[in-house]
Nanobody
Framework: VQLQASGGGLVQAGESLRLACAAT????????IGWFRQAPGTEREGVSC????????YYVDSVKGRFTISRDDAKNTVYLQMNDLKPEDTAVYYC????????????????WGQGTLVTVSS
C-alpha cells in the first residue's frame, strides 16, 4: 500500500506543471486525497483536497484560480494541475490519503507519498 507523487521539476515563473498522485494497493476513490507542500524552513501546508464524493474541494488562498485538483478513477490517480506558477510555489509537494474527511491539517492522514520537488525560477 503506497502513494507515489510525481511530476515535479524546474520551471520558470508563469509556466505549468501537473503533479500526479498514484495509489497502489488501495482505491483512491475511498479516500479523501490532500495535496500539501513544504518549503524550506516552513511548516507543511494544505494546498488542496479532493473528497471521496468530489463535492468538497478546498484550495489554499494563494493558489485559487491557478491550481486545479482532479481524480481519474480508472488510473487510480489524483492530479494537481498547477498553472501560472510563481517562485513562492517552490516547495516539496506531498499527497496524502485521509479516511474520513478533507483536512487542511496533516494529522490523521493515513498514507503519504514521498514528495516531489517543484522549483519555480523568476
Amino acid at each position: 500500500v503506497q502513494l507515489q507523487a510525481s511530476g515535479g521539476g524546474l520551471v520558470q515563473a508563469g509556466e505549468s506543471l501537473r503533479l500526479a498522485c498514484a495509489a497502489t494497493g488501495f482505491a483512491l476513490g475511498y479516500y479523501h486525497i490532500g495535496w500539501f507542500r513544504q518549503a524550506p524552513g516552513t511548516e507543511r501546508e494544505g494546498v488542496s483536497c479532493f473528497s471521496v464524493s468530489g463535492s468538497t474541494i478546498y484550495y489554499v488562498d494563494s493558489v485559487k484560480g491557478r491550481f486545479t485538483i482532479s481524480r481519474d478513477d480508472a488510473k487510480n490517480t489524483v492530479y494537481l494541475q498547477m498553472n501560472d506558477l510563481k517562485p513562492e510555489d517552490t516547495a516539496v509537494y506531498y499527497c496524502a490519503a485521509h479516511r474520513y474527511h478533507c483536512s487542511r491539517r496533516t494529522e490523521n492522514y493515513r498514507y503519504w507519498g514521498q514528495g516531489t520537488l517543484v522549483t519555480v525560477s523568476s
